[in-house]
Structures are given as structure tokens and as C-alpha cells.
């Protein structure tokens, strides 16, 4: 089993639409969470760290559920520009952080 | 703030070739991390320094493939020689401390090609 899995997509979802993704991890040692998204032929960009209370940044929520091992990535109005690769990073608190191997969104106009 | 930079860009260059990768990551972080990614394969670390010091190049290849980083502002990676199997993006990243509680922050990266 992958220390951490993603479905692959791809996702494809009307402007202005609700989507999610979850991420789910093997390790219950695991401390921090991030999302990063990587738009085709890019460099992996960081969206968003996940805090345990969960954390929202514009229309981006993350949620961490450590009871079930998953972290959660809600975007809101979906737009054009949110077509990208969803990556979730997982870490033990060490200097390995364990990448998933990412969630394509298309967002259709 | 500058970020992560990288250099060069996109590299192409005939099997047997020495290549040369550059990067100079974020001033003040303390940790470096160079990855490869494929298609096939994503993101691999090939290497991790903490303050200029090797601490696990497990993830390097083979022998071809050597890091260094002799200050805080500055690291390499080299292949020689270089062979088509390592036709890959190479991203170096870097982050402020070593507990893996702050995120890493990543250069544009070096498209290689190895013909």
C-alpha cells in the first residue's frame, strides 16, 4: 500500500462548481499535511498547509481528519484557472516529505 | 522575496556529456532538497542537505550522479556521464527547518534532455 494515495482523475467540473479531493495516508505518525498544486510542464506550487482545525484561504478548504487518515481539499467556484494537478504532501516530522502522485481537476467552461 | 532559483532552464545535450544543474535556494532556509520527476515515476528525492551537509543521498541513482553545497546559498548536481534514462525534470527545493513542519518551497526547475 502507497504511504499516500490520491485518485487520479482526472476531475471534470463545470465553472462555478463544488469539488473535492481527498488524500488519504498510511502512517498514523504522520504530523504535517500540505497541498500543492502543479499546473502541466511547472514546478509544484504550495496552495495551502492543513491545520488540525482545518483552514480556509479564499474559496480553498482543507480539513485533516486523523481518525480515518485523510486530509481534504474543497474549492469553491470553480474557475478556469483552478485546472491544475492537486498534489498532497504528507510528513512525519522528518525531512522526508512523501508526495502523492497527484489529482487532475479540469475545470470546463 | 526571490524564490527558489534554478539554473539552467532546459538543458539538451548528447549522451556521455557531463551536465551540471544549479540552484540557490531561499536565503535563510536550512534545508535543500533535489528531486526528479517522470512521468512514470514522479517526484523522486535524489538528495537532501541540512545546513551545506549531506545528511541522505539514498535516492541518488548511481554513481553518475553526484551533490554538492558548499554554502548556504549555493548547491549542484551533476551527472557525468550523462545517459537518455535520465531525461527527467530536476527540481531543487528548499524549506527553514528540518522537522518537516513547514512546507517546502520549489525552484522552476531544469527540463534536461539527454539525447
Known amino acids: 500500500r502507497k504511504e499516500v494515495e490520491q485518485d487520479p482523475g482526472p476531475f471534470n467540473v463545470p465553472e462555478g462548481a463544488t469539488v473535492a479531493f481527498n488524500c488519504t495516508y498510511s502512517n498514523s505518525a504522520s504530523q504535517s499535511f500540505f497541498w500543492y498544486r502543479q499546473d502541466c510542464r511547472k514546478e509544484p506550487k504550495l496552495l495551502m498547509s492543513?491545520?488540525?482545525s482545518g483552514n480556509e484561504d479564499g474559496r480553498f478548504t482543507a480539513q485533516l481528519n486523523r481518525a480515518s487518515q485523510y486530509i481534504s481539499l474543497l474549492i469553491r467556484d470553480s474557475k478556469l484557472s483552478d485546472s491544475a494537478t492537486y498534489l498532497c504532501?504528507?510528513?512525519?516530522?522528518?525531512?522526508?516529505?512523501?508526495f502523492g502522485t497527484g489529482t487532475r481537476l479540469k475545470v470546463l467552461a | 522575496d526571490a524564490g527558489v532559483i534554478q539554473s539552467p532552464r532546459h538543458e539538451v545535450t548528447e549522451m556521455g556529456q557531463e551536465v551540471t544543474l544549479r540552484c540557490k535556494p531561499i536565503s535563510g532556509h536550512n534545508s535543500l532538497f533535489w528531486y526528479r520527476q517522470t512521468m512514470m515515476r514522479g517526484l523522486e528525492l535524489l538528495i537532501y542537505f541540512n545546513n551545506n551537509v549531506p545528511i541522505d543521498d539514498s535516492g541518488m541513482p548511481e554513481d553518475r550522479f553526484s551533490a554538492k553545497m558548499p554554502n548556504a546559498s549555493f548547491s549542484t548536481l551533476k551527472i557525468q556521464p550523462s545517459e537518455p534514462r535520465d531525461s527527467a525534470v530536476y527540481f531543487c527545493a528548499s524549506s527553514l527547518q528540518t522537522g518537516g513542519n513547514q512546507p517546502q518551497h520549489f525552484g522552476d526547475g531544469t527540463r534536461l534532455s539527454i539525447l
Open positions: 504532501v504528507v510528513n512525519k516530522g522528518t525531512y522526508k516529505y512523501i
Open positions: 492543513v491545520y488540525s
